[in-house]
């Protein structure tokens, strides 16, 4: 084998024992989070004393520390992680780990020295997304674990290996593209991108079909037979056995998931890759099942290669238990009653051993159901041949299946490391011993730390030794002494000596010395790993000018206001309070505000109405009622419910990544848009492009291929992802760039870290007071985008490479689903509350929230906070539910911009009706609530 690149192992660290223990296993580098601002926010994690203990305990052993700041930001927060950004600079952390657009200019703002790793939170699956993070100056990406092998050796091609590559390597997997899962903020207001997820997705679901009535709402609901329960639970990402591929490739950096597990858990799994990594250097690796044993038994779901090696969708999921599976060893054929023992076929066999943890499950139960009991063994049960004699205290059905969960040598093994982390990581240090006429000691050390160039200490001991009068230390005594470096992570193996002999000093001395030069020598490492004291002072003193600037700022805009409930109500009695900004930049009054000739004047010129469609029959329903801005997603195969084009469904459609036949689908996108075209020229409508919330590397590419060739038939695009803004950096003539939700804005910053956009629609994650801090800073700091909010809809919680239509079989069951009317897809969870499922072109999973925003009655304040374009996600509703939602919308719309005396009564007689077109019932989502 020739000559390899080995990439970084990466270890998770939760704690500082973690972090020991991935250290002593041989990590290369470890990322961990402090208190706040981390995805993990369950994990112990470090205050800053800790994390400076973390840094410089990683440092001395030549291990990288990287940080994550990788949750949404809120603008009130800005000003606690710019200090936050300069505590980790000051401390040395290599890197920090980013997902929000704002914390990044923040970095670069403040401590531009500190490298910026883009979290795989940034959702960038593509090659132009890695392009958009090297032009802005990121030194690594981390990647979705959605990025198949292939890609990523293209972009690395491409862009020369001037940026860095990350990539997951083991551990559990989101069922979502990272970043773009708000199930868990929907459901209970506990975001993922706050590190606050309830893991949702390994809960169990019931698969639904249902009949839609008139608005599209679900009916006639039947649920589909299915042998597994948990839809959305994925298996383990483990890459051990294809880590060669991975080598080869132009991967800079494996990681291993797991800030929630125990030490030696990453004590283990580290050790195996680390073992496996130093084997491949050698030429010698190959895959050993005693190996993958050890990393099934450490903890797993069923172990798979992910999306990054393996196209099969069906692989990568474990909908039959969501928890870890252990080791299965065979099946219960026998049961003694009078002897409390069971009988055991083995299909694994593994000698067990005294401490080792067992599980029963019955196969031809499912969930929880399945789980009859576990035990620990208290004695190494009997094997004969490819059978095992176990005696339990309890009884067992024939049947059952049997698994080892835990593996006692392996945890003893975990424990070890984690108790003896420094064996393998010590520094090296070559001692030089003379005595000067006093017979002081005069030392000079030279040591060869990992990441640093070889450094010479010179010392000269505050000791004098003396002639001995009854015993003189011998040469080898003193070294004996000398060499006692247990406990920290430094070996002396030469000590060369210069000794005149026949002297004495106290052992306690001798000890002092050995001290005195570990500790000269620790804490040149450490400094050294430090930023200079004048960088960090520079830093400083940008952040108080950014301090000083953003304050003044804030209180200018009236941005360190809050919106209490009463100034809530106070809005919606007196209408608009335009700022003073509105008034001189409109030339309105009061005065005109009330009067009704002027309404639709000020309608168009402070407010849009702004509706999401996906077919044409909802299009053209749009604009005959009036509406006069139109993001159109064209959907290829509408359901036949809603008069599609083409009359096809999930039921019978083939995807395109396995026909690959993107010329004849943007051909028919084409086709779809230039009539859309046509029609929004009759109403003089703006008709703007959406892009879908996931574009890979083949959509870009023909899309901007179709826009060349649409100069004048579309007046922007909507995009959700960094790749798909990046491709758009080119001039495309008069079109407009307009930000979707999925690029999680949640601060100005994030705002001014994309200035090629029109327009921004703000996360639905804000509460109104949220919003109304972003808002305020920009406007007031001179933005002139749009700020868009969605405010009706079944948003959009979740985006999977998963089909989840796939698992209805061929057979009986899909056969009679075919021969009938059913045509939507849904999941039911216990509380029964269903949650709209559809399948796009690439065969990905989109899952809705179960009920639909709906913020109608809110209108008052949002407009008065400054959103100036009022979204309906309508995509996928028939034409009356777009015709009637807008009606109603635009009713609201003008009865709070007239301030008519019954405002609040009339606003919310148009919730009652909007009510009985929701599908699932109306939600106020995160606006009232915010999200933890």
């Given at each position: 084998m020739s000559k390899l690149n080995i990439p970084e192992l990466l270890a998770p660290a939760g704690s500082l024992d973690t972090l020991k223990a991935g250290v002593g296993a041989g990590a290369d580098a470890v990322y961990l989070s402090g208190k706040k601002f981390g995805a993990r926010q369950f994990a112990r994690n470090f205050n800053l004393t800790e994390m400076e203990e973390a840094i410089e305990y990683a440092h001395l052993?030549?291990?990288?520390?990287?940080?994550?700041?990788?949750?949404?930001?809120?603008?009130?927060?800005?000003?606690?992680?710019?200090?936050?950004?300069?505590?980790?600079?000051?401390?040395?952390?290599?890197?920090?780990?980013?997902?929000?657009?704002?914390?990044?200019?923040?970095?670069?703002?403040?401590?531009?020295?500190?490298?910026?790793?883009?979290?795989?939170?940034?959702?960038?699956?593509?090659?132009?997304?890695?392009?958009?993070?090297?032009?802005?100056?990121?030194?690594?990406?981390?990647?979705?674990?959605?990025?198949?092998?292939?890609?990523?050796?293209?972009?690395?091609?491409?862009?020369?290996?001037?940026?860095?590559?990350?990539?997951?390597?083991?551990?559990?997997?989101?069922?979502?593209?990272?970043?773009?899962?708000?199930?868990?903020?929907?459901?209970?207001?506990?975001?993922?991108?706050?590190?606050?997820?309830?893991?949702?997705?390994?809960?169990?679901?019931?698969?639904?079909?249902?009949?839609?009535?008139?608005?599209?709402?679900?009916?006639?609901?039947?649920?589909?037979?299915?042998?597994?329960?948990?839809?959305?639970?994925?298996?383990?990402?483990?890459?051990?056995?294809?880590?060669?591929?991975?080598?080869?490739?132009?991967?800079?950096?494996?990681?291993?998931?797991?800030?929630?597990?125990?030490?030696?858990?990453?004590?283990?799994?580290?050790?195996?890759?680390?073992?496996?990594?130093?084997?491949?250097?050698?030429?010698?690796?190959?895959?050993?099942?005693?190996?993958?044993?050890?990393?099934?038994?450490?903890?797993?779901?069923?172990?798979?290669?992910?999306?990054?090696?393996?196209?099969?969708?069906?692989?990568?999921?474990?909908?039959?238990?969501?928890?870890?599976?252990?080791?299965?060893?065979?099946?219960?054929?026998?049961?003694?009653?009078?002897?409390?023992?069971?009988?055991?076929?083995?299909?694994?066999?593994?000698?067990?051993?005294?401490?080792?943890?067992?599980?029963?499950?019955?196969?031809?139960?499912?969930?929880?159901?399945?789980?009859?009991?576990?035990?620990?063994?208290?004695?190494?049960?009997?094997?004969?041949?490819?059978?095992?004699?176990?005696?339990?205290?309890?009884?067992?059905?024939?049947?059952?299946?049997?698994?080892?969960?835990?593996?006692?040598?392996?945890?003893?093994?975990?424990?070890?490391?984690?108790?003896?982390?420094?064996?393998?990581?010590s520094i090296p240090l070559e001692v030089q011993i003379k005595w000067n006429k006093r017979f002081t000691p005069m030392v000079r050390v030279i040591a060869s730390p990992p990441r640093l160039e070889e450094f010479i200490i010179e010392l000269k001991s505050d000791f004098s030794m003396e002639k001995a009068e009854k015993r003189p230390l011998s040469r080898e005594s003193i070294i004996k002494q000398l060499q006692k470096t247990g406990g920290t992570p430094f070996i002396i193996n030469d000590i060369e000596m210069d000794y005149p002999g026949n002297l004495f000093t106290p052992v306690r001395n001798l000890n002092h010395l050995r001290r005195e030069i570990l500790e000269e020598v620790q804490q040149r490492i450490i400094e050294t790993l430090k930023p200079p004291k004048e960088d960090v002072q520079s830093a400083k003193t940008r952040l108080h000018k950014w301090k000083l600037n953003y304050n003044s700022a804030k209180r200018m805009s009236g941005g360190e206001l809050t919106t209490t409930e009463s100034e809530y109500k106070k809005s919606k009695k007196k209408g608009l309070n335009l700022r003073k900004k509105w008034l001189e930049n409109k030339e309105l009054s009061n005065k005109e505000l009330i009067d009704k000739e002027k309404t639709e004047e000020i309608c168009d010129s402070l407010f849009d109405l702004a509706i999401y469609v996906n077919s044409i029959p909802s299009l053209k329903s749009a604009l005959e009622s009036g509406c006069r801005v139109i993001y159109f997603q064209p959907k290829i195969h509408e359901a036949t419910a809603y008069n599609g084009k083409n009359g096809k469904s999930w039921k019978d459609f083939t995807c395109l990544k396995h026909s690959n036949d993107y010329k004849n689908y943007f051909e028919e996108i084409a086709s779809y848009l230039k009539e859309a075209s046509s029609l929004c020229n009759e109403y003089d409508a703006e008709l703007i492009w959406k892009w879908p919330t996931i574009t890979d590397e083949d959509f870009i590419k023909w899309a901007i291929r179709l826009l060349n060739r649409l100069t004048g038939t579309i007046s922007g695009v909507d995009v959700a992802g960094l790749g798909a803004l990046w491709s758009l950096k080119d001039d495309f003539g008069s079109l407009n760039l307009y930000g979707s939700a999925g690029l999680n804005i949640w601060n100005h910053m994030a705002i001014d870290e994309l200035p090629s956009l029109n327009s921004v629609t703000l996360s639905p994650e804000l509460s109104k007071d949220d919003l109304k801090k972003v808002i305020n800073y920009s406007s007031f700091c001179g933005s002139e985008k749009i700020f868009s909010f969605i405010v009706q809809g079944n948003l959009e919680a979740v985006v999977s490479e998963d089909c989840l239509p796939c698992i209805i079989k061929e057979g009986e069951v899909l056969k009679r689903i075919k021969n009938t009317s059913y045509q939507s897809l849904g999941i039911k969870d216990p509380r029964n509350r269903i949650f709209p499922v559809e399948l796009d072109e690439n065969c990905r999973t989109h899952i809705f929230n179960s009920v639909e925003l709906c913020l109608i009655d809110h209108i008052p304040p949002l407009l008065a906070m400054g959103v100036n374009r009022l979204i309906i996600d309508s995509r996928n509703k028939p034409p009356i539910y777009v015709k009637n939602i807008l009606s109603l919308y635009q009713e609201a719309l003008k009865l709070s911009i007239l301030n008519v005396p019954d405002l609040e009564d009339r606003l919310n007689s148009c919730k009652k009706r909007v009510k009985k077109m929701s599908n699932g019932g109306i939600t106020t989502g995160n606006f009232l609530r915010g999200v933890k």
């Open positions: 052993r030549g291990v990288k520390v990287y940080v994550t700041v990788n949750t949404l930001v809120k603008e009130t927060e800005l000003s606690t992680v710019g200090d936050y950004l300069l505590e980790l600079y000051s401390l040395g952390a290599d890197a920090v780990i980013v997902q929000d657009l704002g914390v990044a200019r923040l970095a670069r703002e403040i401590v531009p020295e500190l490298d910026l790793h883009c979290s795989t939170q940034m959702t960038i699956n593509n090659y132009q997304g890695v392009h958009w993070a090297l032009d802005n100056g990121f030194k690594r990406v981390v990647l979705a674990r959605e990025m198949h092998l292939e890609n990523i050796e293209k972009a690395a091609r491409k862009l020369k290996k001037k940026i860095e590559l990350e990539v997951f390597a083991h551990g559990a997997i989101c069922y979502s593209y990272s970043g773009q899962c708000l199930l868990s903020s929907f459901i209970g207001g506990r975001s993922g991108n706050r590190g606050m997820c309830a893991q949702p997705c390994r809960k169990n679901y019931q698969l639904i079909i249902a009949k839609a009535d008139a608005y599209g709402k679900f009916e006639k609901i039947e649920k589909i037979p299915l042998k597994d329960h948990y839809l959305l639970s994925t298996r383990d990402l483990a890459i051990y056995s294809q880590l060669d591929r991975i080598v080869k490739a132009p991967v800079d950096s494996i990681k291993i998931e797991g800030r929630m597990k125990p030490p030696e858990y990453v004590a283990n799994v580290v050790k195996v890759y680390r073992e496996a990594l130093d084997s491949l250097k050698k030429g010698e690796w190959k895959a050993e099942d005693e190996e993958i044993l050890k990393l099934k038994m450490c903890f797993n779901r069923g172990l798979n290669n992910g999306w990054l090696l393996n196209n099969k969708k069906d692989t990568v999921m474990g909908r039959d238990n969501p928890g870890n599976r252990g080791l299965y060893l065979g099946t219960v054929t026998d049961y003694h009653k009078n002897l409390d023992e069971a009988i055991i076929h083995l299909v694994n066999r593994v000698n067990l051993q005294k401490g080792d943890g067992i599980l029963f499950k019955d196969p031809r139960k499912t969930g929880p159901a399945a789980n009859i009991w576990g035990t620990v063994l208290e004695y190494q049960p009997m094997i004969r041949k490819d059978k095992l004699f176990l005696k339990l205290h309890k009884s067992v059905q024939l049947g059952s299946q049997l698994f080892l969960t835990r593996r006692k040598s392996l945890v003893d093994a975990g424990e070890k490391m984690v108790k003896s982390p420094d064996l393998p990581r």
